[in-house]
């Protein structure tokens, strides 16, 4: 199983990017997806996160009412569309998620990560 991020890329700030994390390999059901980000010299940290049944999220308070995450489970795809992009968004930006695999068991798995720079 693997978890493959795309859609980062460079922003001017007040712009839009659109990150997807897509699981593949032998999938049988996703729990929780999170996506994080990590800037040079600080700590990985949460910035939102959805449940299985896609109704409960939640955000960071740096990222409340700018960012939206949202899954596609036919896809076994996340996303997380950022709006508003400041500079301070800049990182590279990770999705995390509790699967369970075809030896119906439950793993965490990690994306390669994917950045996001925002130029003020």
């Known amino acids: 199983v693997q978890l493959v991020e795309s859609g980062g890329g460079l922003v001017q700030a007040g712009g839009s990017l659109r990150l997807s994390c897509a699981a593949s390999?032998?999938?049988?059901?996703?729990?929780?997806v999170g996506w994080y980000r990590q800037a040079p010299g600080k700590q990985r940290e949460l910035v939102a996160a959805?449940?299985?049944?896609?109704?409960?999220?939640n955000y960071s308070d740096s990222v409340k009412g700018r960012f939206t995450i949202s899954r596609d489970n036919a896809k076994n795809t996340a996303y997380l569309q950022m709006n508003s992009l400041k500079h301070e968004d800049t990182a590279v930006y990770y999705c995390?998620?509790?699967?369970?695999?075809?030896?119906?068991?439950?793993?965490?798995?990690w994306g390669q990560g994917t950045q996001v720079t925002v130029a003020s």
């Open positions: 390999g032998d999938t049988i059901r996703i729990d929780a």
């Open positions: 959805i449940l299985s049944g896609g109704s409960r999220t």
């Open positions: 995390n998620a509790d699967i369970m695999t075809v030896l119906f068991r439950w793993s965490n798995f």
